[in-house]
């Protein structure tokens, strides 16, 4: 298996994620949180989609799917490309108001699309070219991406739990 094959099997494992925590929720289900200053549905996999977006165009050297498309109307925020949900508030976690499960589905594809199309031209030397020197040590573009992987998981897990506790 190369870099491709692998990068792409698990990345592509994300898509069914988000679908099992949104579809046939209604915008009330999407900003349900179990407890006050928890983390809603809508929220966390609308912030997984930002996370991969930003580092995914940041990468590119592209504008953010989220800004290019106008996404932002669509959860309640403007489109914005600095607001991706690290350090929100709990008013602010709870002010991302998705219009509906398809508006969380389709950003997502929109986003997943855009990176699987750039893992499908990765080589493996790609992956040791330093993208954040911010770090000691300087994160590595292969870091980065399997980074941005887990933190989508864990959000995609955190989503699909909250979605079990919905009354």
Partial sequence: MNVNELLTDSYGRL???VRSAVEGLTPEQLRWAPADGANTIGWLVWHLARIQDL???D????DQIYVAGDWGARFGLKSDASDHGYGHTPAQVAGVHPESDRALVEYYDAVHART?????GLSAEDLDRVVDE?????VTLGVRL???????KEHAGQAN???GLLP
């Fill in 161 to 163: 739990y909250v979605r």
């Fill in 134 to 138: 911010n770090w000691d040590p300087p």
């Fill in 59 to 62: 990468v590119l050297d592209e």
């Fill in 116 to 120: 699987l199309a750039y893992l499908g």
């Fill in 15 to 17: 898509p069914d994620l």
């Fill in 55 to 57: 580092q995914i165009a």
């Fill in 146 to 152: 399997i980074s941005v992987d887990d933190d989508c």
